[in-house]
């Protein structure tokens, strides 16, 4: 089931913002929006910005891919450099601390200044507090506009645990015994997962309470350094090694790379993205399958904490005139009625922003007909966030995460060990660290 814009809402929410508009926008105006999104997610993102132009006479919105998400931030840095920056551009979570620092020299025009000098509206109290927080200044106003945000689920084919009398399973013991089972019944790989810095150190660590780095996991100033080399997380990682050489985990790449051996039904539990929900429900065709909480380890916690965010927001850029950020301004309101943001999660698996779209999905039945489509809330809500849950705030990390993919794959083809991987990836972090904290 997916939701479809109802006509009298989108012709109400089109008043709305018309009235909203202030003077200075009555002209014609063009806004550039640079995005991440390929596919069908791409097809949607186009979607939003015919809709919009539909509604009004005044402005006109255009998307445009750029590549993947390191991709389209790189491109806009340099655009922006060369004086032809795109007025809108999406920027993945973990390139937060780099805008944020652009924003702090004059090239960020912040969310919240943009809504008050064009006379709209924006309530940041309608926005779950999970997903704001992450996207805010130390004063608590919104620099960026949440997007398509997502946090980690467990994939697991129902089917499969069904025909082999196995529960779901909520504790990393619990998923490789169930592992076991489904390896001598003749699965290949049962257990995988992809982004696995976001989903096995970040939000592993979030997961149990367990802090990244110093310094608020790098919210609280940039003189941070990395503490993920703690014996709790050295210990995951080395029992996921430990169960690849069982058998029971077999790497399938950075990203999303090992999605298809979950679709081909080869990975039977499969960590990553709760967004993947609508590829799966166009793909998957051979078996159930659904999405549970991400495992606990008992022997580090006794219940989960709360996971943190993942995808994307929107980063506005100065350099443009006065009526293209008022169609900016106007767009981005757009972009957060309750209407528009269930059809959003209801077809993709992103999180609503809004505590208003996620109730109309309440209302409209989707939780209901879709077992399982709201785990990925439950989690970003469970409990309130510590600061060690609250997310990760860290320069450079685009580049870190790189460099903790390459020492994970160290352990993943018995070139290191968990404690040897970690700890390098810890100092060679560190470094980066400090070249972005004397940079900024």
């Avoid at 609503?352 to 077992?371: K, S």
Wanted: proline content about 4%; overall charge negative.
């Amino acid at each position: 089931m997916t939701f479809r814009i109802l006509a009298a809402a989108s012709a109400a929410s089109a008043v709305a913002l018309s009235a909203a508009l202030p003077a200075f926008a009555q002209d014609r105006a063009e806004v550039d929006f640079w995005h991440a999104m390929g596919g069908q997610l791409g097809e949607r993102v186009d979607q939003f910005a015919s809709d919009f132009n539909a509604t009004q006479d005044s402005c006109t919105v255009t998307a445009v891919y750029q590549g993947n998400y390191t991709e389209t931030m790189t491109s806009a840095i340099a655009a922006f450099r060369a004086g032809e920056q795109p007025h809108i551009v999406q920027v993945f979570e973990v390139g937060t601390a780099t805008m944020m620092s652009a924003a702090d020299n004059g090239a960020i025009y912040p969310v919240h200044q943009l809504m008050e000098d064009a006379g709209i509206e924006f309530d940041e109290a309608a926005y779950l507090p999970g997903v704001i927080s992450y996207y805010s200044d130390t004063d608590g106003n919104l620099l960026s506009l949440p997007f398509n945000s997502s946090t980690p689920v467990m994939w697991y084919n129902a089917t499969l645990l069904e025909e082999n009398g196995l529960d779901v399973p909520t504790t990393w013991d619990e998923v490789w015994a169930a592992a076991r089972v489904l390896r001598d019944a003749g699965v290949p790989s049962p257990v995988g997962f992809g982004w696995q810095s976001w989903t096995q150190i970040e939000n592993y660590s979030a997961w149990h309470d367990l802090p990244m780095g110093t310094q608020e996991n790098g919210f609280a100033g940039t003189d941070t350094e990395f503490t993920f080399n703690n014996e709790a997380v050295v210990n995951h990682i080395q029992a996921i090694a430990d169960a690849g050489e069982e058998g029971l985990f077999t790497y399938g790449g950075r990203r999303g790379d090992s999605r298809g051996m979950f679709v081909n039904g080869e990975t039977a539990m499969w960590i990553n993205s709760s967004a993947y929900y609508g590829g799966f429900v166009n793909d998957i065709t051979e078996f159930e399958f659904s999405q549970a909480m991400m495992p606990l380890d008992t022997a580090v916690a006794d219940a989960p904490q709360n996971s943190i965010i993942g995808g994307a927001t929107l980063w506005v850029l100065r350099g443009g005139e006065e009526a293209e950020y008022a169609c900016t301004a106007q767009f981005l309101s757009f972009l957060s009625t309750a209407e528009q943001q269930a059809d959003w999660a209801g077809s993709t698996g992103y999180v609503p922003i809004t505590t208003a779209a996620y109730e109309l999905m309440g209302e409209q039945g989707f939780f209901e007909e879709n077992p399982g489509t709201d785990v990925a809330i439950q989690q970003l809500t469970l409990n309130q966030p510590t600061p060690n849950s609250r997310g990760v705030r860290f320069g450079n990390f685009v580049q870190i995460r790189d460099v903790i993919n390459e020492e994970l794959e160290a352990v993943w083809s018995g070139d290191k060990t968990a404690q040897e991987a970690l700890d390098a990836a810890v100092e060679r972090g560190n470094e980066l660290l400090r070249r972005f904290e004397a940079a900024n």
